[in-house]
């Protein structure tokens, strides 16, 4: 038996990267995965192929209110339930400046639309998502919200808006809806890599020539897998940090002295 059998969990940005590497992770504990990426993502379909029928994927942008109520209804129609969301959808630098690293873009440079578009797909889409699953939630008492966002070091980064700003926004509401959801069954935690993590965010090889060097994405998915699991109820307002979870540990283990407060709270 799987950990995660029976269970139907969202991913976001499924199609490549952290994303695809979790829904592959959590079909192996037995979950079946919707996996949503934008309209017109053609890896979507390829990784809906090698994935195989536990795999559905789910064209939307979550950046949208109307499409985040389509890809909760798709779920509950296609298989059957819904008990865990991974907001894991995001923009990265790259697009703003390959070389972003090596070379940081000052926040005078960039054009309002850059910043519209990245606090949209990084932190607004986490609220939107959340927003359309949690009633669900809720009427079942038990629930999993898994937020994706960044060191507090990237957050901060000479260069790094509006990169920074989105994740910390994220990294906040993980908080506050962590509270909100007190004693409903549902769950908030964050997840992340802990360095640079070897996906197309990071572009820029001068700043990082070895790939092998960065977080792999395979990293994401024991964390995820317990997060997503009845192994970890009553475990809120926590976040994450995979490159820091040791397999040889047993999962409980791995899971206390891979976490601290989200928000980088002090009272726990």
Same mark, same amino acid.
């Given at each position: 038996? &799987?950990?995660?059998?029976?269970? *139907?969990?969202?991913?976001?940005?499924?199609?490549?990267?952290?994303?695809?590497?979790?829904?592959?992770?959590?079909? $192996?504990?037995?979950?079946?995965?919707?996996?949503?990426?934008?309209?017109?993502?053609? @890896?979507?379909?390829?990784?809906?192929?090698?994935?195989?029928?536990?795999?559905?994927? !789910?064209?939307?942008?979550?950046? @949208? @209110?109307?499409? !985040?109520?389509?890809?909760?209804?798709?779920?509950?129609?296609?298989?059957? &339930?819904?008990?865990?969301?991974?907001?894991?959808?995001?923009?990265? %630098?790259?697009?703003?400046?390959?070389?972003?690293?090596?070379?940081?873009?000052?926040?005078?440079?960039?054009?309002?639309?850059?910043?519209?578009? %990245?606090?949209?797909?990084?932190?607004?889409?986490?609220?939107?998502?959340?927003?359309? !699953?949690?009633?669900?939630?809720?009427?079942?008492?038990?629930?999993?919200?898994?937020?994706? *966002?960044?060191?507090?070091?990237? %957050?901060?980064?000479?260069?790094?808006?509006?990169? &920074?700003?989105?994740?910390?926004? $994220?990294?906040?509401?993980?908080?506050?809806?962590? +509270?909100?959801? @007190?004693?409903?069954?549902?769950?908030?935690?964050?997840?992340?890599?802990?360095?640079?993590?070897?996906?197309?965010?990071?572009?820029?090889?001068?700043?990082?020539?070895?790939? $092998?060097?960065?977080?792999?994405?395979?990293?994401?998915?024991?964390?995820?897998?317990?997060?997503?699991?009845?192994? +970890?109820? &009553?475990?809120?307002?926590?976040?994450?940090?995979?490159?820091?979870?040791?397999?040889?540990?047993?999962?409980?283990?791995?899971?206390? $002295?891979? !976490?601290?407060?989200?928000?980088?709270? *002090?009272?726990?």
């Amino acid at each position: 038996m &799987g950990a995660l059998d029976s269970k *139907t969990v969202i991913v976001t940005g499924a199609a490549r990267g952290l994303g695809q590497a979790m829904s592959r992770g959590l079909i $192996a504990a037995g979950a079946t995965v919707v996996g949503v990426d934008l309209p017109g993502e053609v @890896e979507l379909d390829r990784t809906a192929k090698a994935l195989g029928g536990k795999f559905l994927p !789910c064209h939307a942008n979550v950046a @949208e @209110e109307a499409d !985040c109520a389509r890809v909760v209804a798709h779920a509950l129609e296609t298989a059957g &339930g819904l008990h865990v969301l991974i907001n894991n959808a995001g923009m990265g %630098m790259q697009v703003i400046n390959t070389f972003n690293s090596s070379d940081p873009t000052p926040f005078w440079k960039l054009r309002p639309d850059q910043w519209h578009d %990245m606090l949209g797909n990084n932190a607004t889409s986490q609220f939107l998502m959340a927003r359309a !699953c949690v009633p669900h939630l809720i009427a079942q008492g038990w629930g999993r919200i898994i937020n994706v *966002t960044t060191s507090l070091a990237t %957050m901060l980064l000479r260069g790094f808006t509006p990169y &920074g700003p989105s994740k910390a926004a $994220a990294e906040a509401h993980s908080v506050i809806m962590a +509270s909100d959801l @007190e004693g409903t069954g549902v769950t908030v935690n964050v997840l992340v890599p802990g360095g640079a993590a070897n996906t197309r965010m990071i572009s820029d090889f001068k700043r990082y020539p070895d790939r $092998a060097a960065l977080v792999q994405p395979v990293k994401m998915v024991a964390p995820a897998v317990w997060i997503a699991s009845n192994q +970890s109820d &009553g475990v809120t307002g926590r976040r994450f940090i995979a490159k820091n979870w040791d397999e040889s540990l047993t999962p409980a283990e791995a899971a206390l $002295a891979a !976490c601290a407060p989200a928000g980088w709270r *002090t009272n726990g």
